[in-house]
């Protein structure tokens, strides 16, 4: 059973810096592509940044130069360095396998780490 678990979101002020941590479960870790998602209220999900198993990284227009994506095999983990944080990345984030939203299955998203900035 594929599952990903987040943590590490929080209240912090526009300038400030979070880190998130993605554990995967029932998927071969090592050979997927991971994306970090986020939904803002009101909005439809979308792609914030991706790793592939090769450590290559792609950001979102929005976020580029201010979040880092990176993983560690070892530990099956995916973590999103979030620095000079707004108001606007204010959302939850999600991780997930890398790919168009709407072929993800559902049951494979997890609870999702709130992440509001305030101003």
């Known amino acids: 059973q594929v599952q990903f678990a987040e943590s590490g979101g929080g209240l912090v002020q526009a300038g400030g810096s979070l880190r998130l941590s993605c554990a995967a479960s029932?998927?071969?870790?090592?050979?997927?592509?991971i994306g970090w998602y986020r939904q803002a209220p009101g909005k439809q999900r979308e792609l914030v940044a991706r790793?592939?198993?090769?450590?290559?990284?792609n950001y979102a227009d929005s976020v580029k130069g201010r979040f880092t994506i990176s993983r560690d095999n070892a530990k099956k983990t995916v973590y999103l360095q979030m620095n000079s944080l707004k108001p606007e990345d204010t959302a939850v984030y999600y991780c997930?396998?890398?790919?168009?939203?709407?072929?993800?299955?559902?049951?494979?998203w997890g609870q999702g780490t709130q992440v509001i900035v305030s101003s």
């Open positions: 997930n396998r890398f790919a168009p939203i709407a072929t993800i299955q559902p049951v494979t």
């Open positions: 029932g998927i071969t870790f090592a050979i997927n592509a």
């Open positions: 790793i592939t198993s090769g450590g290559s990284t």
